[in-house]
């Protein structure tokens, strides 16, 4: 038996791949949720509320390694300060983050968040990894059955994504995870910047259907860093296999 490696968000899109992966390496993992699950195949599952700080000591109880992957929209940084204070406490070494591409850059709160969440791990005295991934597929499947459902599209302009595979984001962060503490990494971004038309447009095509498209300004300064491509990563970035168009055939096509 190894030490367990302690996953926060285990059960979600990302931990749905990084688990497996973990135990297909070999070790054994903690998986904290929110509700309790039958453990079992070298996963034990525990109770914890990272925002209310609850539980904390014993989902870190004999742990060397966190991986937190839970995040939701608003609160992350307040979660990962409670989890850092319970690792502190519990001399964790290696804590190792997955935040968002543009999180210094973008002034959303989602993103200001993540960025709070970064600045925690990064002052804990804790030797960490972050890694920065770009928005998944998955969000960027929900964001455009959402929009096409309307029978005029409204498209901002200048919105461009890089879009990026959930299961290459795991398997990177399983390679982090099990590798030394490395600080902040290269982003990790889908290999084609798309602009949202762009992406709504292929996703139509998988359908069989058509929508017209209505551009629209995007106001203040969020729409600004987006037109500037704030939230893109285009140098010193580490680029994942699989395509937006390799995604839809998998998923939809």
Do not use: C
């Amino acid at each position: 038996m190894t030490t367990p490696i302690l996953v926060t968000g285990g059960t979600g899109t990302l931990g749905n791949h990084v688990v497996p992966l973990l135990r297909e390496a070999g070790h054994d993992v903690r998986v904290l949720s929110r509700h309790g699950r039958p453990s079992g195949d070298g996963v034990e599952y525990v109770t914890a509320d990272l925002l209310k700080g609850e539980g904390m000591e014993a989902a870190l109880a004999g742990v060397e390694t966190v991986l937190h992957l839970a995040g939701g929209p608003k609160g992350d940084d307040e979660a990962t300060r409670n989890l850092v204070r319970a690792a502190s406490r519990a001399e964790v070494r290696h804590l190792v983050y997955i935040s968002v591409t543009g999180a210094d850059a973008v002034p959303l709160g989602y993103f200001r968040a993540k960025l709070g969440a970064e600045r925690a791990v990064a002052d804990s005295g804790l030797p960490w990894t972050t890694l920065r991934a770009a928005q998944f597929h998955d969000l960027v499947l929900k964001m455009a059955q959402g929009m096409t459902k309307l029978p005029v599209i409204p498209v901002p302009g200048g919105l461009r994504f890089q879009p990026v595979d959930s299961r290459d984001v795991a398997a990177r962060l399983v390679e982090l995870t099990l590798a030394k503490p490395a600080g902040l990494v290269p982003d990790l971004t889908g290999p084609t910047v798309y602009a949202l038309a762009d992406l709504l447009t292929t996703y139509l095509k998988t359908q069989g259907k058509r929508r017209p498209m209505l551009p629209v300004h995007m106001p203040g300064k969020a729409g600004r860093a987006y037109r500037s491509g704030d939230n893109l990563s285009l140098k010193n970035t580490t680029i994942g296999k699989r395509t937006w168009e390799d995604f839809l055939a998998e998923r939809v096509g």
